[in-house]
T-cell receptor
Framework: DTGVSQDPRHKITKRGQNVTFRCDPISEHNRLYWYRQTLGQGPEFLTYFQNEAQLEKSRLLSDRFSAERPKGSFSTLEIQRTEQGDSAMYLC???????????FGEGSRLTVL | GDSVTQMEGPVTLSEEACLTINCTYTATGYPSLFWYVQYPGEGLQLLLKATKADDKGSNKGFEATYRKETTSFHLEKGSVQVSDSAVYFCALTGNQFYFGTGTSLTVIP
C-alpha cells in the first residue's frame, strides 16, 4: 500500500479556467475527504464520501466546486471558473470507517493568477 | 455543532523545555480525539489519538489524555527537541473530522 496519492502536486492556472484534482485513497478505505488549507490555517472541510456516496458538503463551498467518487475508489475535485481566492492547498484524506484515523495525501497546491 | 478550539501560537521554546498545547472541544455523542502534526514541507500525519474518555494517547514522547469532564485533550511533552518544530492540530470526529486552527511550535537549540 502506497498511501494516499494526489495529482497533480502543483497547478498554476489563470483566473477563469477549470482545474481538476485527483485523489487515490488507501485501497480498503471506504471514507474519502477533501479539505482546503491556506497558509497559517487548519484544514477546512470541503466534502466527504462514504464509498461512492457524497454524504456531506460544506455550506461554504461554492457551486463552482464539485467532487465525485464514481466507483467508490478514486475521487476527483473540480473547480470551475477559478478565482484568485481559490489559491490554496487541496488535501485529500481517507479512513476506514467514521472514527478511523485520517491518512492524508501530500496535497495539491493550486495557484490562480 | 462539533468544534475544536486550540491555543493560539506561535510557541517558541528552548530545547528540553516542557510543552503544553491546549485543546478543548465541543461535541455531541462520543467522538474520538486526535493530534496531527505537520512538519515543514510535509503533509499532515497522525501523532496520537484517544477513542474514549480517560484514554491516554502517546507517541514520540508526546501525550494527551481525553478528559470528558473538562472537554479537553491537551498535548504535552516533557522535553522538546529541535526536531519537534512543526504545526500541531487538534481534531475530533463527529459527522466528519473537525480540525483546530493549528499551533506552530519552534524549538531553538
Amino acid at each position: 500500500d502506497t498511501g494516499v496519492s494526489q495529482d497533480p502536486r502543483h497547478k498554476i492556472t489563470k483566473r477563469g479556467q477549470n482545474v481538476t484534482f485527483r485523489c487515490d485513497p488507501i485501497s480498503e478505505h471506504n471514507r474519502l475527504y477533501w479539505y482546503r488549507q491556506t497558509l497559517g490555517q487548519g484544514p477546512e472541510f470541503l466534502t466527504y464520501f462514504q464509498n461512492e456516496a457524497q454524504l456531506e458538503k460544506s455550506r461554504l463551498l461554492s457551486d463552482r466546486f464539485s467532487a465525485e467518487r464514481p466507483k467508490g475508489s478514486f475521487s476527483t475535485l473540480e473547480i470551475q471558473r477559478t478565482e484568485q481566492g481559490d489559491s490554496a492547498m487541496y488535501l485529500c484524506a481517507s479512513s476506514l470507517g467514521a472514527n478511523g484515523e485520517l491518512f492524508f495525501g501530500e496535497g495539491s497546491r493550486l495557484t490562480v493568477l | 455543532g462539533d468544534s475544536v478550539t486550540q491555543m493560539e501560537g506561535p510557541v517558541t521554546l528552548s530545547e528540553e523545555a516542557c510543552l503544553t498545547i491546549n485543546c478543548t472541544y465541543t461535541a455531541t455523542g462520543y467522538p474520538s480525539l486526535f493530534w496531527y502534526v505537520q512538519y515543514p514541507g510535509e503533509g499532515l500525519q497522525l501523532l496520537l489519538k484517544a477513542t474514549k474518555a480517560d484514554d491516554k494517547g502517546s507517541n514520540k514522547g508526546f501525550e494527551a489524555t481525553y478528559r470528558k469532564e473538562t472537554t479537553s485533550f491537551h498535548l504535552e511533552k516533557g522535553s522538546v527537541q529541535v526536531s519537534d518544530s512543526a504545526v500541531y492540530f487538534c481534531a475530533l470526529t463527529g459527522n466528519q473530522f473537525y480540525f483546530g486552527t493549528g499551533t506552530s511550535l519552534t524549538v531553538i537549540p
